[in-house]
């Protein structure tokens, strides 16, 4: 698993990567009460916005970390947006998408240096 200063995080998996937002992010959001996902099929390019979380705190975009088409969304996020809340490294996952450049995933943070980085803000 990688992370981008944004607070996303993305798994590979036979070049499709599945991307959420970090434990860090939900928390600091708060309460997740409406994620506004994107459509299947769409080609996004390297920290395009692609959702906005809606919490009681506030709204926040969400950035793709990785060039590619969406194949798939995380349709329980419709009616349980706080599975973010509660999972957001498994259960709160919100796209998969087919990714078009392997070198940027490489690119993003390890888990080692994403915990640096949460030190450093």
């Known amino acids: 698993m990688r ?6 995080w993305c798994k590979i998996e036979n070049g499709i ?3 959420g937002i970090t434990d860090y992010a939900q928390k600091e959001l708060g309460d997740i009460v409406f994620i506004e996902m994107p459509e299947i099929n769409i080609e996004y390019s390297l920290n395009d ?3 906005e979380c809606e919490s009681v705190k506030a709204v926040s975009d ?3 970390p990785v ?15 706080n599975l973010v809340n509660e999972d957001a490294f498994g259960k709160g996952w919100m ?3 087919k990714i078009s450049d392997e070198n940027e995933y490489n690119n993003l943070m390890t888990e080692e240096e994403y915990k640096s980085y949460l030190k450093e803000i």
């Open 95 to 97: 796209i998969k998408v």
């Open 49 to 51: 916005k692609f959702a």
């Open 62 to 64: 969400v950035f793709i």
């Open 17 to 19: 990567a599945t991307i």
């Open 67 to 81: 060039s590619g088409k969406i194949i798939e969304i995380n349709e329980s996020l419709d009616e349980e947006p």
């Open 3 to 8: 992370f981008s200063k944004e607070h996303e």
